[in-house]
T-cell receptor
Framework: QQPVQSPQAVILREGEDAVINCSSSKALYSVHWYRQKHGEAPVFLMILLKGGEQKGHEKISASFNEKKQQSSLYLTASQLSYSGTYFCGTDTSSNTGKLIFGQGTTLQVKP | DTGVSQNPRHKITKRGQNVTFRCDPISEHNRLYWYRQTLGQGPEFLTYFQNEAQLEKSRLLSDRFSAERPKGSFSTLEIQRTEQGDSAMYLC?????????????FGPGTRLTVL
C-alpha cells in the first residue's frame, strides 16, 4: 500500500536536473509532494489531483499519470537549497485526506 | 496565520512512563492529523480528526495510544506505558476541508526518546 519512490538517492551539481518518481499499486485521488530537511518538518510543495494535471512551482514541477498511478517530480536547474529528502504522500480517498507516504528520496546538491 | 505548533519539541522519558504531546493547528483548520516518523522513513499515519470527531485510527496504533481534540481546536496525543519502540518524531498536520484535496501543513514535531 505504501507508494514506491525512485531513486532512493540522488547527488547533483548545482544547475543539474533531477526527476523523482512515485508509484502506487492503488488508485489515487491525489498525490502530495513534500521536502524535508534534516531535523525539520516536511514542507508542502504541491498537490496533483487525478486527471494528469501538471503543476509548476518556480523550477519545480510535477505530473500525475492517473492510468499508471504514478507521479513524477521535476527539479530543474537545481540549487543548493533543494537539498533534502523528498516524500510523496498518496491519498486514495476524497473523503479522509489521509496520506500514505513513500520511503523518501534523498537529494544532495553540491556546488 | 502562525502555522502549526507542537509542544514539547523534545521529550525524554523512561520506559513505562506516560507522555502527552500537544498540537495547535492553524486557526480555522478543521482537520488535524497525527503521524509518526522514524529515522529514514516517511511519516506514518496514526489518526485524524475532523473538528472534534476522531474519524480514523491506524491499525498500527496500539491501545496504549490515545488522541483527543475536545473542542475542535488543539489536540493531544498520549502514550501510556512507553516502550523503546515508541521512540520517534511525532508530527501533527492540519488542513482545511475547504481547500482542494486537503493540503496538509506540518508542525515542527515532537521528538520522543524512550530510555
Amino acid at each position: 500500500q505504501q507508494p514506491v519512490q525512485s531513486p532512493q538517492a540522488v547527488i547533483l551539481r548545482e544547475g543539474e536536473d533531477a526527476v523523482i518518481n512515485c508509484s502506487s499499486s492503488k488508485a489515487l485521488y491525489s498525490v502530495h509532494w513534500y521536502r524535508q530537511k534534516h531535523g525539520e518538518a516536511p514542507v508542502f510543495l504541491m498537490i496533483l489531483l487525478k486527471g494528469g494535471e501538471q503543476k509548476g512551482h518556480e523550477k519545480i514541477s510535477a505530473s500525475f499519470n492517473e492510468k499508471k498511478q504514478q507521479s513524477s517530480l521535476y527539479l530543474t536547474a537545481s540549487q543548493l537549497s533543494y537539498s533534502g529528502t523528498y516524500f510523496c504522500g498518496t491519498d486514495t480517498s476524497s473523503n479522509t485526506g489521509k496520506l500514505i507516504f513513500g520511503q523518501g528520496t534523498t537529494l544532495q546538491v553540491k556546488p | 496565520d502562525t502555522g502549526v505548533s507542537q509542544n514539547p519539541r523534545h521529550k525524554i522519558t523512561k520506559r513505562g512512563q506516560n507522555v502527552t504531546f500537544r498540537c495547535d493547528p492553524i486557526s480555522e483548520h478543521n482537520r488535524l492529523y497525527w503521524y509518526r516518523q522514524t529515522l529514514g522513513q516517511g511519516p506514518e499515519f496514526l489518526t485524524y480528526f475532523q473538528n472534534e470527531a476522531q474519524l480514523e485510527k491506524s491499525r498500527l496504533l496500539s491501545d496504549r495510544f490515545s488522541a483527543e481534540r475536545p473542542k475542535g481546536s488543539f489536540s493531544t496525543l498520549e502514550i501510556q506505558r512507553t516502550e523503546q519502540g515508541d521512540s520517534a518524531m511525532y508530527l501533527c498536520a492540519s488542513s482545511s476541508r475547504l481547500a482542494p484535496s486537503d493540503t496538509q501543513y506540518f508542525g515542527p514535531g515532537t521528538r520522543l526518546t524512550v530510555l
